[in-house]
Nanobody
Framework: QVEVVESGGGKVQAGGSLRLSCTAS????????MAWFRQAPGKDREFVGA????????LYGDSVKGRFTISREHASNTMGLQMNILKPEDTAVYYC?????????????????WGQGTQVTVSS
């Protein structure tokens, strides 16, 4: 079992920045990929970005490319999401996900472990 916990959400004005963090832990945790998804009210869950186990390969959703950056630190089992040039349409609950394995994926059904989510609100 892998426990996933997000932190760092909050409120910011358009054009501002926020950084989210996600920590994965568990007694049997080994190699795992991590990802961020988000869901706005009344909308489907949307892929934000993902990073493979080694940290050398990242994937991004089209709506955040060039503005968001994913990174990870193995020493602390932590993944970060640096969000810059935020827009009101970035407002959503952001979820961290993890899955055992080395490769990152864009589909939510590829991830078996999920955090509770953290709210990000961007005002215009």
């Amino acid at each position: 079992q892998v426990e996933v916990v997000e932190s760092g959400g909050g409120k910011v004005q358009a054009g501002g920045s926020l950084r989210l963090s996600c920590t994965a832990s568990g007694p049997t945790i080994g190699s795992y990929a991590m990802a961020w998804f988000r869901q706005a009210p009344g909308k489907d869950r949307e892929f934000v970005g993902a990073i493979n186990w080694a940290g050398g390969s990242t994937l991004y959703g089209d709506s955040v490319k060039g503005r968001f950056t994913i990174s990870r630190e193995h020493a602390s089992n932590t993944m970060g999401l640096q969000m810059n040039i935020l827009k009101p349409e970035d407002t959503a609950v952001y979820y961290c996900a993890a899955e055992i394995g080395t490769q990152a994926y864009k589909n939510d059904y590829d991830y078996g472990f999920w955090g509770q989510g953290t709210q990000v609100t961007v005002s215009s």
